[in-house]
């Protein structure tokens, strides 16, 4: 998530926070129905664009905000987004007065740090960003989540719901980040945040806790893998995937096994096994049927149609990309599972552009064209994708001028995103200019490539 305020809230008049509707919410310590009656107490009305826009979040990140059942437990985002709304501090619940954090600062804390025995469990709770010091200087609450999750792991006090929420949003985080983060800066704290999760489920005395956790593990463990995978790492992305499946197969969680099945393809597609590829994404759309998980299943259709099409099957992609359409109709890939965030309209256009790509269509180079004009410069590794298609696409058109132009963009999008997809698209373009001849347009376009990605 994005905690960077990009606008400033405008200031209100002091009874505004005198109203029961603000008040209320503030009160009862849920953040996001506070968010929604903030914006329904103003008038005109203030819309979800710039109040997400104030926050320094996505619109639809704000509408998840304010549509949760569950309260909000993550503390620093809280304090910022009271900061950026101007909120009085008397109606804030997650900190205390100066004077009392002060005071909280002068606690021996170092001395816990120093005892052997709470090295490593303290080693992962740094991997989840929680340092006792930390919180006691910040003067937060006894009973604040980091402080219960610091209990769980350190001195085996069962984990409740308000620390299973708090490691449900750190790895949606994390699956945020992958979108435009390279791999090799998330894993290392990825792998932490998931030595933590295994840490609780050890303290996990209920059933249902025991089962959220769970649930978030694997969705850590497929991102885990997906992470490898991005950095060449083949034999530790297939080991995550099957640990995923086994996790979702024993929970009965298949959209958990079709995304597992899903990147694995993937990998599949990398080594140029596309007939085994498809079967992955066969298997993949057996675990989400009819209605169940729209998002995930445009997303494996689509898939399917990209794998489809290299293998010549017209007939076969075109229905697969339909079926894609159609449940991305249904689909809210912000709220449905961590791993669809990535999901949106722009990333089908990318596997619809793939896909005529594979069939030769002529639409293919407008479909590029269109995409990479709509897609803003926050989604980098959409954009190293992009540019790489379209550089294939002018290649294969004899447009060299345009491809000249395109590819050193493409190339310079790939190395910084670490994006494995991109990649493989440009060393794909490579082979095919194999047989170009020396001095030509081809050859110097296949030398540039292969020059570039091993920079």
Known sequence: ????????????????????????????????????????????????????????????????????????????????????????????????????????????????????????????????????????????????????????????????????????????????????????????????????????????????????????????????????????????????????????????????????????SYLASSRNDTVPAVRLLQQAESYVPGNTAPATRSWVAARQAEELSRLGNETEAMRALERAFTAFDFAHPRTERHWTTFFTANRLGSLTVSTYMGLQHKDAPAIADSLLASLPPTVRKQRALALADLTTLCVRANDYDRARALVDSAIDSTIRTESSLSRQRLLTLSSELASAKKGSPGNTMRDKIRSGLHR
Not at 172 to 196: I, K, M, S, Y
């Open 1 to 264: 998530m994005n905690d960077d305020v990009t606008a400033v809230a405008p200031d209100l008049p002091a009874d505004f926070w005198e109203q029961s509707d603000i008040r209320s919410p503030l009160l009862s310590q849920h953040f996001g129905r506070f968010l929604r009656a903030y914006r329904s107490a103003q008038s005109p009305k203030v819309k979800q664009a710039d109040l997400a826009a104030w926050l320094g979040i996505t619109q639809g990140q704000l509408s998840k905000l304010e549509r949760s059942p569950a309260a909000i437990h993550d503390l620093v985002k809280l304090q910022k987004w009271a900061e950026a709304l101007h909120v009085p501090s008397d109606l804030l619940w997650f900190g205390k007065p100066q004077a009392e954090a002060g005071q909280r600062e002068a606690a021996p804390a170092e001395t816990t740090d120093q005892e052997p025995s709470h090295v490593p469990r303290r080693d992962l709770l740094k991997g989840a960003g929680v340092l006792a010091i930390s919180a006691a200087s910040a003067g937060l609450l006894a009973n604040a989540p980091w402080q219960r999750l610091m209990d769980s792991v350190e001195n085996d006090r069962p984990v409740d719901m308000a620390t299973v929420q708090l490691m449900q949003d750190r790895t949606a985080d994390f699956h945020d980040n992958e979108h435009t983060v390279p791999a090799r800066q998330l894993l290392d704290g990825l792998v932490r945040h998931r030595a933590v999760i295994s840490a609780l489920l050890a303290n996990a005395r209920t059933e249902s806790i025991r089962n959220e956790l769970v649930r978030t593990f694997g969705e850590t463990e497929a991102l885990v893998g997906w992470l490898h995978f991005d950095l060449g790492n083949a034999n530790e992305a297939v080991q995550s995937w099957r640990k995923t499946l086994k996790i979702a197969k024993d929970s009965g969680d298949g959209p958990l096994a079709a995304c597992a099945l899903s990147y694995w």
